[in-house]
RNA sequence: GCGCCCAUAGCACAACUGGAUAGUGCACGUGCCUUCUAAGCAUGAGGUUCCAGGUUCGAGUCCUGGUGGGCGCGCCA
C-alpha cells in the first residue's frame, strides 16, 4: 500500500524532473507514513518540503504541483495538501480493505516477506554456563533471541539457532569442586567449602545422582555416573551433563529449540584456539609483558590490551571467543547475530578486535549483537536478588510454572531490549487478567467462538464468501480495524529490520484494541447475511494476524478460554 | 575516573528513527451484559517528554554539557 503511493509520488516527480522545476539535486525516495490522526487521510507524506531547498519553491506549492502529476490511479481518493506543506491521502474503500483478501488467501504465511532471500544467518542466544538453573534473565535471552529467529524466518532469512556451552574453564572447575565437597557431606558453611563453590540445592541432587550412579542424556551426550567421588573428572563430566539437561527441559517448556549445541572445549579439543594464537602472532597483534601474551586489541578500538595467555599458562575466555566466532565464519555465516546479556557488552570489543587481528576478510561489525539489560524481579514488594553461587534464586521454571509459558514469554519480549525490566511475580500471579497477553489472546478466542456459530447458523458458509460483500464495510470501526490489519506486513518488516521482537508486541496489542471495539460496537452475525459474511471476513483476517503474530512470539492463540 | 544502556501521566510502557493536537494498559470517576465470550466496550480526568543550551521550516526523537539510575571496566566466564 505504501509503495503504490511512494510509486506513483516518483513518476510525478520525474515528470517534473523533466520540466526542470526540482534543481539538480539527484530525487528523493518518498517518505510515506501512516497518519495519527484519521482526519488526515490514511497516508501521508513530507516530500514536499524536502524539496523546498532543492526546489526553491514553497513547500504547499511544490505539493500542489506534485498532487497535480500523479498518475492515474484507483488507489488514491483525493489528496489534501495540510500544515506546512504534508500531502494527505485519503485511499478508495478498496484499498483499504484489500488486506482481507490477502489475509485470508494466504493464512499461516500472510506478513511474510523474502528480504533474506534464503540467505544464511547464524543466531547464538541464552549460552548460559552449565553451572546451574537457568534464571529469569536467561528467559529473557530465550524469549528475545526465539522471537528473532522466528522473524528471520519470516522475513526469508535461513536461521541456525545456536546454544554456546562454556563446559570449559574455571567455572566448570568451582561446579565440579562444588559437587564433590556435598560428596563428602560437606554444606557451605564449612572451613574447607570450595571458594567460589556453588551453594544451591541442586548441587546435592546432583551429588546425590552421582552417588546413585545414574545415567543422565542430555542433547548430545549420555553419561553414566561413576559413583566413585575421588575422580573429579568424571563427576566435572557427570555435572555438566545433568544441569544441561536441566536447562535443556527448561527451554522446551520455554518453546525455545535450538539447531545446534556448540560446546567450548570442542576448539581446544581441535586445536583451533591454538591456531587463532598463531594467527595473530604471525600477524603481529600480539607481543609478551609480565610473562603473558597480549593481544593488541587497543589497535581496533579497546581501551586497553587484554591477556591471551596467562602467565602461568592457559588461555583467557575471550581466546576461545575469537576461535568460535572464527569457526562459525568458516561455517559460511556471512551473517550472524549474538543475543546476550549487557552485562557482557564489554566482549564485543575484545571479539571483535581478536577477529579483526586474524586479517582474514571478515567485517569490521560482524557479528551482530542484541544486548538485553537486566531483569529485576519483584516479590512481595521487594527486590529479589539473583545470585548464583548464592543458592537461593528464582528460576526460570519456576516463572513458568507460577504466570505460565504463554504470559512469561510475552512478559519478556514486549519491551525493548534496551530497557531494563521488572518482573512483578505479585502482579502476574495475582492479577493474571492485567496482563495484555490475556488481553491479546481474548480477541482470538471471540473471534473462533464467533465462527463456530456461524458455521451452525449458515451451514454452507465459509469465511471466503464475505469478499464479494467487501463494500458492506463502512463503519468506522470496521474500517479503522482494516487498516490497522493492513499495516501488519510492515511491522513484521520493521521489526526484524531493527532486531527489535517488542514491535510486534506493541502492534498486537492495538491490533486487540481495535477488534474488540469492532465487537462492541457491531453484531457479527447481523440479520443481513450479506453484511454478516463481510464482518466476518474481516475477523477471519483479523484472527489470521492474531495467530501470526503471537507464533512470531512464541505464544499460543488458544481458540477458546 | 572511563565506556555502554536508560530517563515520557501516580505506576508500567508506546510513539513507524526528524513530522501535524505525545498515545496505550493499570490505578481513579461515570455508564454498558434477557443480544456472537464483561479476561470486553464507551466516556472523563491526568504531561514543563529529567535539566540547560544548540542544529532547522519543524525536536520526545539528532548534537554538546549537566543531573539521576542500571551494567561493565580481572592474567574470572
Same mark, same amino acid.
Request: one cysteine or more; a negative charge.
Given at each position: 500500500?505504501?509503495?503504490?503511493?511512494?510509486?506513483?509520488?516518483?513518476?510525478?516527480?520525474?515528470?517534473?524532473?523533466?520540466?526542470?522545476?526540482?534543481?539538480?539535486?539527484?530525487?528523493?525516495?518518498?517518505?510515506?507514513?501512516?497518519?495519527?490522526?484519521?482526519?488526515?487521510?490514511?497516508?501521508?507524506?513530507?516530500?514536499?518540503?524536502?524539496?523546498?531547498?532543492?526546489?526553491?519553491?514553497?513547500?504547499?506549492?511544490?505539493?500542489?504541483?506534485?498532487?497535480?502529476?500523479?498518475?492515474?490511479?484507483?488507489?488514491?481518493?483525493?489528496?489534501?495538501?495540510?500544515?506546512?506543506?504534508?500531502?494527505?491521502?485519503?485511499?478508495?474503500?478498496?484499498?483499504?480493505?484489500?488486506?482481507?483478501?490477502?489475509?485470508?488467501?494466504?493464512?499461516?504465511?500472510?506478513?511474510?516477506?523474502?528480504?533474506?532471500?534464503?540467505?544464511?544467518?547464524?543466531?547464538?542466544?541464552?549460552?548460559?554456563?552449565?553451572?546451574?538453573?537457568?534464571?529469569?534473565?536467561?528467559?529473557?535471552?530465550?524469549?528475545?533471541?526465539?522471537?528473532?529467529?522466528?522473524?528471520?524466518?519470516?522475513?526469508?532469512?535461513?536461521?541456525?539457532?545456536?546454544?554456546?556451552?562454556?563446559?570449559?574453564?574455571?567455572?566448570?572447575?568451582?561446579?565440579?569442586?562444588?559437587?564433590?565437597?556435598?560428596?563428602?557431606?560437606?554444606?557451605?558453611?564449612?572451613?574447607?567449602?570450595?571458594?567460589?563453590?556453588?551453594?544451591?540445592?541442586?548441587?546435592?541432587?546432583?551429588?546425590?545422582?552421582?552417588?546413585?550412579?545414574?545415567?543422565?542424556?542430555?542433547?548430545?551426550?549420555?553419561?553414566?555416573?561413576?559413583?566413585?567421588?575421588?575422580?573429579?573428572?568424571?563427576?566435572?563430566?557427570?555435572?555438566?551433563?545433568?544441569?544441561?539437561?536441566?536447562?535443556?527441559?527448561?527451554?522446551?517448556?520455554? @518453546?525455545?529449540?535450538?539447531?545446534?549445541?556448540?560446546?567450548?572445549?570442542?576448539?581446544?579439543?581441535?586445536?583451533?584456539?591454538?591456531?587463532?594464537?598463531?594467527?595473530?602472532?604471525?600477524?603481529?597483534?600480539?607481543?609478551?609483558?609480565?610473562?603473558?601474551?597480549?593481544?593488541?586489541?587497543?589497535?581496533? @578500538?579497546?581501551?586497553?590490551?587484554?591477556?591471551?595467555?596467562?602467565?602461568?599458562?592457559?588461555?583467557?575466555?575471550?581466546?576461545?571467543?575469537?576461535?568460535?566466532?572464527?569457526?562459525?565464519?568458516?561455517?559460511?555465516?556471512?551473517?550472524?547475530?549474538?543475543?546476550?546479556?549487557?552485562?557482557?557488552?564489554?566482549?564485543?570489543?575484545?571479539?571483535?578486535?581478536?577477529?579483526?587481528?586474524?586479517?582474514?576478510?571478515?567485517?569490521?561489525?560482524?557479528?551482530?549483537?542484541?544486548?538485553?539489560?537486566?531483569?529485576?524481579?519483584?516479590?512481595?514488594?521487594?527486590?529479589?536478588?539473583?545470585?548464583?553461587?548464592?543458592?537461593?534464586?528464582?528460576?526460570?521454571?519456576?516463572?513458568?510454572?507460577?504466570?505460565?509459558?504463554?504470559?512469561?514469554?510475552?512478559?519478556?519480549?514486549?519491551?525493548?531490549?534496551?530497557?531494563?525490566?521488572?518482573?512483578?511475580?505479585?502482579?502476574?500471579?495475582?492479577?493474571?487478567?492485567?496482563?495484555?497477553?490475556?488481553?491479546?489472546?481474548?480477541?482470538?478466542?471471540?473471534?473462533?467462538?464467533?465462527?463456530?456459530?456461524?458455521?451452525?447458523?449458515?451451514?454452507?458458509?465459509?469465511?471466503?464468501?464475505?469478499?464479494?460483500?467487501?463494500?458492506?464495510?463502512?463503519?468506522?470501526?470496521?474500517?479503522?480495524?482494516?487498516?490497522?490489519?493492513?499495516?501488519?506486513?510492515?511491522?513484521?518488516?520493521?521489526?526484524?529490520?531493527?532486531?527489535?521482537?517488542?514491535?510486534?508486541?506493541?502492534?498486537?496489542?492495538?491490533?486487540?484494541?481495535?477488534?474488540?471495539?469492532?465487537?462492541?460496537?457491531?453484531?457479527?452475525?447481523?440479520?443481513?447475511?450479506?453484511?454478516?459474511?463481510?464482518?466476518?471476513?474481516?475477523?477471519?483476517?483479523?484472527?489470521?494476524?492474531?495467530?501470526?503474530?503471537?507464533?512470531?512470539?512464541?505464544?499460543?492463540?488458544?481458540?477458546?478460554?
Amino acid at each position: 500500500m505504501k509503495d503504490n503511493v511512494s510509486n506513483l509520488i516518483s513518476a510525478a516527480l520525474e515528470s517534473m524532473s523533466c520540466d526542470d522545476m526540482l534543481g539538480d539535486a539527484p530525487l528523493p525516495t518518498p517518505q510515506i507514513e501512516h497518519t495519527k490522526d484519521e482526519r488526515h487521510g490514511d497516508l501521508a507524506s513530507n516530500i514536499a518540503m524536502v524539496l523546498a531547498k532543492a526546489a526553491k519553491k514553497a513547500p504547499r506549492d511544490i505539493a500542489a504541483i506534485i498532487i497535480e502529476r500523479l498518475p492515474e490511479n484507483t488507489v488514491i481518493e483525493r489528496c489534501e495538501i495540510a500544515g506546512p506543506g504534508f500531502i494527505n491521502f485519503f485511499l478508495s474503500q478498496s484499498t483499504n480493505l484489500a488486506v482481507i483478501e490477502d489475509a485470508l488467501t494466504q493464512g499461516a504465511t500472510f506478513g511474510t516477506n523474502n528480504d533474506g532471500g534464503g540467505k544464511p544467518v547464524q543466531v547464538e542466544f541464552v549460552s548460559a554456563n552449565p553451572t546451574g538453573p537457568l534464571h529469569v534473565g536467561h528467559g529473557r535471552g530465550a524469549a528475545i533471541g526465539d522471537s528473532l529467529c522466528r522473524l528471520l524466518e519470516a522475513s526469508g532469512w535461513q536461521v541456525q539457532r545456536e546454544f554456546y556451552y562454556n563446559d570449559a574453564g574455571q567455572q566448570i572447575n568451582n561446579l565440579a569442586a562444588s559437587v564433590k565437597a556435598r560428596l563428602d557431606d560437606k554444606t557451605p558453611d564449612a572451613d574447607d567449602w570450595p571458594a567460589d563453590g556453588y551453594q544451591g540445592e541442586y548441587i546435592i541432587d546432583v551429588a546425590n545422582a552421582f552417588r546413585e550412579g545414574a545415567t543422565v542424556v542430555a542433547a548430545d551426550r549420555t553419561v553414566q555416573a561413576s559413583a566413585n567421588i575421588r575422580v573429579l573428572d568424571e563427576i566435572k563430566d557427570f555435572a555438566v551433563a545433568w544441569l544441561r539437561r536441566e536447562q535443556d527441559e527448561d527451554l522446551k517448556a520455554f @518453546g525455545v529449540d535450538f539447531d545446534r549445541y556448540f560446546l567450548e572445549s570442542s576448539l581446544y579439543d581441535s586445536d583451533e584456539v591454538e591456531h587463532v594464537v598463531d594467527v595473530l602472532k604471525q600477524h603481529g597483534q600480539t607481543y609478551e609483558k609480565d610473562g603473558a601474551l597480549w593481544l593488541r586489541t587497543t589497535e581496533h @578500538g579497546d581501551d586497553k590490551d587484554r591477556v591471551m595467555i596467562k602467565r602461568e599458562g592457559g588461555y583467557t575466555y575471550f581466546v576461545s571467543d575469537v576461535a568460535y566466532h572464527k569457526n562459525k565464519w568458516d561455517r559460511g555465516f556471512t551473517r550472524v547475530i549474538n543475543e546476550q546479556g549487557a552485562d557482557h557488552h564489554s566482549t564485543i570489543t575484545r571479539v571483535r578486535a581478536g577477529l579483526q587481528g586474524l586479517q582474514s576478510g571478515i567485517p569490521e561489525g560482524w557479528p551482530e549483537y542484541v544486548l538485553h539489560q537486566m531483569v529485576t524481579v519483584m516479590r512481595d514488594g521487594s527486590e529479589v536478588k539473583l545470585s548464583k553461587r548464592a543458592g537461593s534464586y528464582l528460576t526460570l521454571r519456576d516463572l513458568i510454572d507460577w504466570v505460565g509459558q504463554d504470559a512469561t514469554r510475552f512478559f519478556l519480549s514486549a519491551r525493548a531490549a534496551t530497557s531494563q525490566l521488572t518482573f512483578d511475580i505479585d502482579l502476574a500471579l495475582s492479577k493474571s487478567n492485567e496482563n495484555p497477553v490475556y488481553y491479546i489472546q481474548y480477541a482470538h478466542a471471540r473471534i473462533c467462538s464467533v465462527m463456530d456459530k456461524a458455521k451452525i447458523e449458515m451451514p454452507n458458509w465459509d469465511v471466503s464468501d464475505g469478499l464479494h460483500n467487501l463494500e458492506q464495510l463502512t463503519e468506522q470501526e470496521e474500517l479503522r480495524l482494516a487498516l490497522t490489519l493492513s499495516k501488519y506486513s510492515e511491522v513484521v518488516r520493521s521489526a526484524t529490520q531493527k532486531l527489535e521482537p517488542h514491535l510486534i508486541a506493541n502492534y498486537l496489542k492495538e491490533l486487540a484494541a481495535d477488534f474488540h471495539s469492532f465487537y462492541n460496537a457491531h453484531k457479527m452475525m447481523d440479520d443481513d447475511r450479506t453484511l454478516a459474511t463481510a464482518r466476518l471476513a474481516l475477523a477471519g483476517a483479523s484472527q489470521i494476524v492474531i495467530a501470526n503474530g503471537l507464533t512470531l512470539l512464541g505464544v499460543s492463540a488458544p481458540r477458546a478460554m
